[in-house]
């Protein structure tokens, strides 16, 4: 066996001690999120299922408590989700969830492997989230519905664009990494870090008119089908976690059965202004 394929993986331990109540109560690990937000959704679901104990902070984007001096001093760039575990502050959400899946006990080794040449793969999985399938799907989803909700003007270019970019995707996923017997990605049989990721960012489809989800997602049978793993494997804590998502799809979809639009709506949904 290659020498570095092993032993060289994150260790399940902790850099401080919690032997004080007083002191651990201080150190325990926060999570600063919108629920709204795709990234904060991943994170408050891993959280959930590796059984991590965490004080769930509600940032209201909508509100722009992102900006606020007090959050700034915990994220300087002023996004969610952000985490403080004692003395340590850290930010973007894929950086969290490889902390997260290091730093504590009992986070089984399938949602980020010891194995250096699995963990390469999940790593490069979530590195090309950021540019093809999150770019395509956060642009899609703002200009065909949340644009208005924003005071912004629906762009069907971009919107045309950004849809190209999501079904190619889409495809890529099927393609490329749901290939073989597993259910998940990388042909694995439970979860790792990168399928939470993913299908947190195309639950965010849901906001579409049904008509524009089913065009997508439709012709994706291995993606449908990889999505519902994916909440199987994480129930019930996915679904909870979703249900502010569940509630913005049915107010979408009663405005658009009124014929009102989005601005009015932001209201009633306290939307945030970054998804």
């Known amino acids: 066996m290659n020498p570095i394929r092993r032993g060289w993986g994150c260790k399940k331990v902790r850099s401080f001690s919690r032997a004080e109540n007083e002191e651990e109560e201080k150190m325990k690990l926060k999570v600063y999120v919108d629920r709204m937000s795709q990234p904060s959704r ?17 940032i209201n984007l909508a509100k722009q408590q992102q900006k606020s001096p007090d959050f700034k001093k915990i994220n300087p760039m002023g996004q969610v989700p952000t985490i403080a575990d004692g003395r340590f502050n850290l930010f973007e959400s894929h950086a969290i969830l490889v902390y997260l899946a290091c730093a504590f006990p009992g986070v089984a080794d399938h949602w980020y492997p010891a194995d250096l040449f699995r963990r390469a793969k999940i790593n490069s999985v979530l590195d090309w989230h950021h540019f093809n399938l999150r770019r395509g799907a956060m642009t899609y989803v703002l200009n065909t519905v949340l644009a208005p909700v924003f005071g912004l003007r629906l762009n069907p270019q971009a919107a045309a664009e950004a849809e ?21 990605l990388l042909g694995g049989f439970q979860p790792s870090i990168a399928d939470l990721s993913l299908v947190c960012e195309i639950m965010q489809l849901e906001l579409l ?12 049978k291995k993606v449908l089908e990889w999505i519902e793993n994916t909440k199987n494997a994480t129930r019930p804590h996915f679904e909870e976690v979703h249900q502010i998502l569940y509630r913005a799809k049915t107010r979408f979809q009663e405005q658009r059965s009124m014929g009102g639009n989005n601005t009015n709506l932001s209201k009633r949904l306290g939307l945030p202004s970054k998804m």
Not at 42 to 58: D, M, P, R, S, T
Not at 213 to 219: A, E, F, V
């Open 42 to 58: 991943a994170i408050l679901i891993f959280c959930k299922v590796n059984g991590i104990e965490f004080e769930e902070v509600q």
């Open 164 to 184: 190209k970019l999501l079904s190619s995707s889409l495809s890529k996923i099927e393609s490329i990494w749901l290939k073989g017997n597993g259910k998940f």
């Open 209 to 220: 008119d049904e008509n524009d989800r089913s065009r997508i997602l439709g012709p994706h």
